[in-house]
């Protein structure tokens, strides 16, 4: 976007039938090069001369997730996230969480199953990803989820889960974690049998 002193006087040379010739600070030939968006490869000038140019985020911190599926009898284990979330607070979810650095998928699976819920779990399988932007909080997470069965402990809070239970996958608690809503959404579209 141009600023008011360069519009203000390239209008004036023009008015003084000045040709303006501009030159890419960046090419080696002088030349801008337009991109797909209308910005030049090399030196990034706008090259559309839009009065606003939108603004892109280009932050790279979209993060990986762990969610886990335990269906039984019918019935889903939620949570409900406690206030110490600074996104999704008191929507009910799975078991999940954050991949520590360095740490493998199904570790991540088993860890956040045990300290959100003190459980164990076994028979980890791949159930899908999903893509979960959250435009309030501006954080963007890329969710693996996967599906497992109890294999010790009973299900219980936490300081991270409020409240925990099972729940008819007919009469799941509101409102879903954006994530949770996302997996049924997808599992919905793919048709995909539990």
């Not at 203000?8 to 890419?24: D, M, N, P, S």
């Not at 603004?55 to 997730?65: E, H, M, W, Y």
């Not at 409020?162 to 409102?175: A, R, T």
Request: with cysteine.
């Amino acid at each position: 976007m141009k600023d008011k002193l360069t519009k203000g006087f390239e209008k004036l040379l023009k008015e003084q039938g000045a040709k303006i010739v501009i030159v890419c600070s960046a090419s080696e030939d002088g030349k801008c090069e337009e991109d797909l968006h209308g910005y030049c490869y090399h030196c990034g000038r706008d090259m559309l001369d839009r009065e606003e140019v939108p603004q892109r985020d280009t932050r790279s911190d979209v993060k990986v997730g762990i969610a886990v599926i335990i269906e039984k009898d019918g019935k889903l284990l939620l949570g409900r996230r406690n206030k110490m979330h600074s996104h999704g607070a008191y929507s009910w979810c799975s078991p999940g969480g954050h991949i520590d650095y360095g740490e493998d998928l199904i570790d991540t699976a088993k860890r956040e199953s045990r300290e959100e819920m003190g459980i164990e779990i076994k028979n980890i399988k791949f159930a899908g990803i999903t893509n979960d932007v959250f435009k309030e909080s501006k954080k963007h997470y890329v969710t693996v989820w996967f599906k497992a069965d109890i294999k010790s402990g009973e299900p219980k809070s936490s300081n991270e889960l409020s409240m925990v239970g099972w729940y008819p996958l007919d009469k799941l608690p509101k409102p879903l974690f954006l994530c949770q809503e996302n997996y049924f959404k997808k599992l919905i579209k793919s048709e995909v049998k539990w």
